[in-house]
C-alpha cells in the first residue's frame, strides 16, 4: 500500500529508491523510545528532499552512514535523537 502512495506521488522514482526510503521509513517507525512515529506525510517529504538534494545518493541509506535529513521525519528532538543513533542496513 506505501509504495503504491510514493508512486502515486513521485512517479518517476527509481524503484530501488522507492524501496529503500519506505523500508527506513518502516525500521524507523519500530526504534525504541520513539515517541511520534513518522506518518506518511512525513516520509513524502523525505522523499521529495531527497529527491531535490543533488548530493544524495542512496548508498547514504546504509548502516555505514548517518541518514539524511532526517529531521523531516520527526517532529520532536527527542526521537530525532534517538533515531540518529540508529544505523540501518538497506541498500
Do not use: C
Not at 22 to 38: A, C, H
Request: charged content about 25%; overall charge positive.
Amino acid at each position: 500500500m506505501m509504495r503504491q502512495i510514493v508512486h502515486a506521488h513521485f512517479p518517476d522514482l527509481p524503484e530501488k529508491l522507492a524501496q529503500a526510503t519506505i523500508t527506513v521509513f518502516y525500521r524507523l517507525r519500530e526504534v525504541p523510545g520513539i515517541e511520534k512515529k513518522p506518518a506518511t506525510r512525513e516520509l513524502l517529504h523525505w522523499i521529495r528532499a531527497l529527491s531535490a538534494d543533488a548530493d544524495f545518493n542512496i548508498s547514504q541509506l546504509s548502516s555505514r552512514s548517518a541518514l539524511p535529513l532526517l529531521g523531516l521525519l520527526f517532529k520532536k528532538s527527542d526521537d530525532l535523537a534517538r533515531a540518529q543513533q540508529v544505523r540501518l542496513d538497506v541498500v
